[in-house]
Each structure stands twice: as C-alpha cells, then as structure tokens.
C-alpha cells in the first residue's frame, strides 16, 4: 500500500473540512434556488404550448454552454451589475465567489428539473383531473392535493438529476473564487499532483453518489407511500448540510485573502505571502486557482487583498497596450496606471516569469536556431504548443508580426503538459515561461528575442485598495521584494512540479523562505 | 308527475363543442329541457356521442351550458360558485375515478374535508359510508386503490359521492366496466340506498336493461336531442323506431330467458 503511504493523502484530508463544506453550501444552495425558479415555472407554463416550449428551450441552451464558461460569464456580468447597484443605490455586492457559482449553478440545475415536473404533472390521467374537479376540488386544491403529489416521483427523478449534475460542475466554481473539491484538481493538475487530483475526484464522486442515494431513498419512498424511507432520506441530507455548516461557523474568517492563479508558481507564491503573513501575525488564507480573468477583478474590488502578477500581463491583458517599453519605463507606467485604481503596486519580487519560444537544445544546435528570427524560416514545416490564453494574447501578434513567424500547426496544452511535450518531439517548439524548472530539466533552451516583441515579466506585488495603507501588511511582504532571483524560482518551480510529499506549494513556499532568508 | 317543484329543472339547455367556425361546430346537447323530480331514480339511455354524458356534467357545471338554463335545488346553477355546487351534489365517475395515492378512507373523506368539516366527524363518517355500500372496515379502511377490484372500487365510489350528505347524485356510467354479477348487485345495493337515504340520482348508462330495472323514469337520447321520456312503461308504447330498437334488445333477452329458464308453477 505505497500509494496511501504518501503524506500528501493526509495533507489532503486536512483541507477536506473547508473544501467539502465550501462545496456542499454551494450546491444546496445552488440547488434550492434552482428548484424555487423552477418548480413554479414549470407548473405555470405546465398547459400552455408556447410558454412551455420557450422555457425548456431555455434550459436546454442553457446546457449547452459548458459548465466553465458558464461559471466565468457570470462573475464579469454580476462585477457589473455590483459597480451599477453601488453608483445608484449605494449598496455593492460581492460579485466573488459564492454568488456568481451558486447563481451560475442554479441556472445549470434547472433543466431536468423543468422537463421532470412538465411531464409528472402532464402525465396525470385526465379522469383522474375530471374526479379531483368533480369532488369539489378547486384548480389550486387539486394542483396541491392531487397533480403534484402524482407528479412527484417524476419531479423527484429529476432533481436527483440536477443534484448529480450541480455537485459535479461545482468543481469548475474553483477559478471564480468559489472554493470547492475542484481546488484539489486544479492545484493537483497544476502542480502534477496527482494524489490531490484523485482525492478531489473520489470526493466529489462520493458526495454525488451519496446525495444520490439519499434522494433515491425519498424517491423511492414517495412511489411507495413509506414515511420511513423518506424521513430516513431527508434526515441524511439534512445531517449533511449541518455536518458542513458547523465547522466554518466555529472557524474565525481569515482577515486576508491571498489570490493565486491557475499556475504552479502562484501557487507556490501564494503560499509563500500566507506564510509571512501569519509569521507576523496576521490571519490568512489563500483562494487558489483564480481565473487570469477574475483575479484583477476580484483585487480592485477589494474581494481578495493581495496578489502577484507580473508587469507585461497587466500591460496587454488588462490595459490593452500593444507597444512594448523598457522594463522600467513600463513598471513606472504601470505604478501609475494602477493608482488611479487605488492599487498599490508594491514592488517586484526580483523575477521575471516571461513568455519565451523554446525548444530541445540539441534540435535547435542541429538546425541553428539560436533566436526568434532564425526559427522563423523553419516554422512553417514545425508545430508549435502554448498555453490556454497565448495565442489570443497581444504578445502572439507582436511576434507574427515581428518575425513574420507562421507555425504549420498550433495547439493548445496544460502548461505542465508541454514541456514534456517538446522534450519528446510531439511538438517542435512552444511557448514557455521563462521562470519554469522544467527548462533546465529537460535540457530545453530559450530562444532570444532580439526585435524585442516580447515585454518584459516582472512579478510584482499588487494590493487592493483597502489595503493601500496597510502598514502591517506592508511590513510583513517587505523581505520578499526584490529577494527572489530567476535562478532561486526556477528551482522552487522545478521542486513544485514533482511528485512527492515535498513538491507540496506549502513545503516549497518554506523552502523558499528558507533560502531567501539566509541571504 | 308530482306537484313539488323539480330537484333539478333543464329549461331548452344547448352545449356545442369543437372549432370556431359554425360549420367545425358539433352540437352536443340541442333543446333539451327536462325535469328531475324530488326522490326520483332518473335513468339517461344513449349510445355514444349521443350527448347523454354531457347532459350531466351540465348538472354540477363540469360544463357550462351555451344557452337555455338549468336550476338545481331552485337555484340557477350560473348564480352559483361551481366549486361549492359540485360539493354538495354526489357524483360517480365511470370506473371509480379514485385518487390512486389516497387510502380508501381518504378517498371517502375527501369532499367533508375540503368542506373542513372535523377529522373525528370525517373518520366516523366513512366508518358508517363502509357499512352503507357494504365493504369490511378493517380490510379496507386503509387500502389503495389498486389493491381493489373493480367492484370494490366502485363501491368505494359510490361511498365518497355519499360522503358530504348531498340530495342528489349523478352518475356517469357507474356499474359498466364491472362484470355481470358484480354489476346486478351493486346496482340493487344502489336502488335500496336510493330509496332508504330519499336521493334523487341521475344516471347514465348505454344498457337500457340496466335502465329499465333501476330507474323509475327513462330518458333516451339522439344526437343531442331528448327523444322520449317516461316510465318503462310509456316508453314501451312509444312510436319511435330508436326507442323501439333500444327496447327490442331487452325483450328479446326477456322471452329467451322466459323459454330457456322455465319456473316450475311460473309462466
């Protein structure tokens, strides 16, 4: 039993509290807004054509959109709605996390709720509608005492669909700030951590299945009029729900939210500043696995209080800059730019974790290509890999445009997946990051950029706003800046990426402490 | 006919259903008027599509009617709110019509409940409903409706159209899908009751032989049209070809009957 030997199994478990009760409180509560919207729809559209049509085709296109995407629309759309409600009414919301995942989910659940109750309640047989309204029963009595309790072993079958199906997507609420089961898969598929991967999927399988069975068990005992197996059922989901509300009521919230995004560095950072933030004092905790998109965001209003991002990112990404500067010009524009949002840019870690083509050493000294420009000649006869985001990110344009580089096929890759990809040749060349171990481990070389397309990467430091004269903050990151060299990053990048209990983002953060704290 | 106002009074009533369009129309009930005496078994003949089922639902406005007027208890039913008029008159589906998720005794004690009348009251009231159409109250108090056969059903049905104490019943077909022997004894246990709690029932039936033995009066429909009215015996003496036919099917079963069964000292 070598595989449950490993530490990681534990470290696992230890999150299971907070990670379980997250993702239960989000689906009940996805799931009892859902059948409140929904139920009633369904029985007033229930006998007219029209609106009947209309609304399942709804729900059906509302199924369609996959689980993630869906979960993303809705956190811009409800920052939005927030910023609007707070410049006419003077009241704002947070738009991160629990709301835009629970509304988002609610949504998703509603289809086979609508279609179950339709057909239940259009599935009575008309004598029996004839008899319930010629006992003396009124349209509402009937529908109360008579339609609807007909109707609802269908109606049950379909919220144990929708049960099934919002416990499994609310794995993907992870990168709007939701915490859920799926913060296991996405720091395990980030970090090559398998034995969180596996943990996040058995316990959301589990949770699925279980709450299945308990819904199968009220189902099966309405059809069957048994009071004991319906009591038995919602006993067991209720002791769920009070099982995963007791322990976040008993824990103090965390005063600081650190933010880290869907890569093993940030993971890694974040653990780092939650690290020094308790070291001096403070309370804190980390929301991993923040979409690029929700991140900005979720600082600039206040929704989490710190985070690292690196200079030429904000530059395209978020301020739509298609010129690059001089890396210090650029920071400086940067610092500016971001005050008048009211966010501090702190410093800079002492890193850059920049996009740069590379590819196998020994390929590029056989075919010489030493920079950008001398690939350009081979690239229409080679495949190229990059991220989710390279190729719609400004910097691809700049290097087309700069070199004149046209791939004979491009393909998007998990940026853990391809370096490991060019290493063994299913690709010639991708776009990695500058600050990866993996370049070393794979005897991969970067290739310069010598028309300089690419701007520079520094990590820095950003603060909300409300922190922007947080002096106990400030004081606790102020080791860290400047204090993180390239060759130092790669190696905790390179030790993040392994798979063994001390590839953990926590032990590599103390690991880096360690290091950075003795010079 | 006796001096008493009608229990029930039809007065030219007309019903069509179907399209917009006055050709798509199909007239269901045309002209009729007819009156319902107090106490009386009233029995209404016809083969399908005759109007005889909508003629009923008129009754307790199931459906309402298109012209003419029809008047229950002296009042005219359009004055009154549908929902309590069809809890104060009885009425027996074909086949039951049971609620299938409701015990007997809730199928019993519907309509006093929804007149919320006390639950003691409601469960002494179906005790005594059990007696009356003659199941056994242990075994079935709590059964459902599945758990029947379709006498018992029907029993059951005739107990909840008795439940809330009304003057008078309808019925729709209410011993046709029963077998023969089941059939002649819940129509007999029906006639006692009729006579022993003075209901005054409205009943429809395809049979006229069932008709001619329970009814006092027998209404033959056509099209839509009251074609004859009378006790069995004014019918008999009727001129018309359909009532003849109608009548022709119990005679004949009569004479055979009389042949092949001879009663010693009898015929």
């Known amino acids: 039993m070598k595989l449950f030997s490993d530490p990681r199994w534990s470290e696992a478990l230890a999150h299971l509290p907070d990670y379980l009760g997250n993702h239960v409180r989000v689906s009940v509560a996805a799931l009892a807004l859902g059948l409140l919207v929904s139920l009633p729809l369904a029985i007033a559209a229930r006998n007219r054509r029209v609106p009947r049509s209309v609304l399942l085709g709804l729900a059906s296109i509302v199924q369609t959109v996959p689980g993630l995407a869906l979960l993303a629309l809705f956190y811009p759309l409800l920052l939005a709605l927030a910023n609007l409600s707070l410049a006419w009414f003077g009241v704002g919301f947070s738009a991160f996390g629990f709301l835009p995942a629970v509304l988002a989910l609610a949504l998703y659940s509603m289809l086979p709720v609508l279609r179950n109750t339709i057909t239940g309640l259009n599935g009575v047989e008309p004598a029996i509608l004839e008899a319930a309204q010629g006992v003396g029963m009124t349209p509402r009595q009937s529908l109360l005492k008579v339609e609807l309790p007909l109707a609802l072993p269908v109606m049950m079958a379909g919220i144990r669909t929708a049960a099934v199906w919002v416990i499994g997507t609310a794995t993907l609420s992870t990168p709007i700030g939701q915490t859920s089961l799926g913060n296991y898969i996405f720091a395990g598929l980030q970090t090559q951590n398998w034995v969180y991967v596996l943990f996040g999927c058995l316990a959301a399988a589990a949770l699925a299945l279980g709450v299945d069975q308990l819904l199968a068990l009220i189902e099966i005992g309405i059809r069957n009029r048994s009071r004991a197996r319906v009591t038995l059922g919602a006993a067991g989901i209720a002791a769920l729900v009070a099982a995963t509300l007791v322990p976040s009521m008993a824990r103090a919230p965390s005063a600081y939210l650190v933010g880290a995004k869907t890569f093993t560095e940030q993971y890694v950072l974040s653990a780092l500043i939650v690290q020094r933030l308790r070291a001096a004092g403070l309370t804190a905790s980390s929301r991993e696995g923040l979409g690029s998109n929700v991140i900005f965001d979720a600082l600039a209003s206040n929704d989490i209080d710190v985070y690292v991002d690196y200079s030429g990112t904000l530059w395209a990404n978020q301020f739509h800059h298609s010129d690059v500067r001089p890396r210090l010009e650029l920071l400086d524009d940067l610092k500016a730019t971001l005050a008048q949002q009211r966010i501090t840019l702190l410093g800079e870690l002492g890193f850059a974790n920049a996009y740069a083509l590379v590819m196998p050493r020994k390929r590029a000294e056989a075919l010489g290509i030493h920079s950008i420009a001398d690939l350009a000649s081979h690239a229409p006869a080679m495949s190229m890999a990059a991220d989710y985001e390279f190729f719609s990110r400004p910097e691809w344009a700049g290097l087309q445009k700069a070199y004149g580089l046209s791939f004979r096929a491009q393909r998007q890759m998990q940026p853990d997946f391809m370096y490991a990809a060019v290493a063994s040749g299913e690709v010639d060349v991708i776009a990695g990051y500058t600050s990866d171990g993996l370049i070393a481990k794979y005897d991969l070389v970067v290739l310069d950029d010598p028309r300089h397309a690419i701007p520079p990467y520094d990590a820095i430091v950003l603060l909300a706003p409300k922190r922007a004269s947080d002096s106990a903050l400030r004081s606790a990151l102020q080791p860290l800046l400047g204090a993180i060299d390239i060759s130092t990053m790669r190696e905790a990048n390179l030790r993040a990426a392994g798979n063994d209990s001390t590839s953990s983002p926590d032990a590599v953060a103390r690991w880096l402490w360690e290091k950075i704290g003795k010079r | ?267």
């Open chain 2, 1 to 267: 006919m006796s001096d008493a106002p009608p229990l029930i009074a039809y007065a030219h009533v007309g019903k069509s259903f179907g399209g917009r369009g006055a050709a798509q129309r199909v007239l269901a009930v045309d002209d009729v008027s007819l009156d319902v005496a107090e106490g009386e078994f009233l029995a209404i003949v016809g083969g399908s599509g005759s109007g005889k089922t909508t003629l009923l639902r008129l009754a307790n406005r199931l459906i309402d009617a298109d012209s003419g007027s029809i008047t229950v208890e002296g009042e005219d039913v359009r004055a009154v709110d549908p929902v309590s008029l069809r809890r104060r008159i009885g009425y027996v589906f074909q086949s039951g019509g049971l609620f299938p998720h409701m015990t007997v005794a809730d199928n019993i004690g519907i309509t006093p409940k929804l007149l919320r009348t006390p639950a003691a009251e409601i469960a002494s009231r179906v005790d005594e409903l059990l007696d009356l159409v003659r199941l056994d109250r242990a075994p079935y108090h709590d059964r459902l409706p599945h758990e029947l056969s379709g006498g018992q059903r029907q029993r059951v049905g005739v107990a909840r159209a008795l439940a809330a104490r009304p003057r008078i019943v309808l019925m729709d077909e209410p011993f046709g899908a029963l077998d023969p022997l089941t059939r002649d004894a819940l129509g007999d246990d029906y006639h006692a009751l009729h006579r022993k709690l003075g209901l005054t029932t409205v009943m429809i039936t395809h049979d006229m032989t069932e008709a001619i033995l329970l009814a006092d009066r027998v209404a033959v429909m056509r099209s839509g049209r009251l074609l004859a009215l009378g006790t069995p015996a004014e019918l008999s003496a009727s001129a018309d070809a359909y009532v003849g036919e109608l009548l022709r099917t119990p005679r004949r079963q009569a004479e055979r009957l009389n042949v092949l069964l001879p009663r010693d000292g009898a015929a």
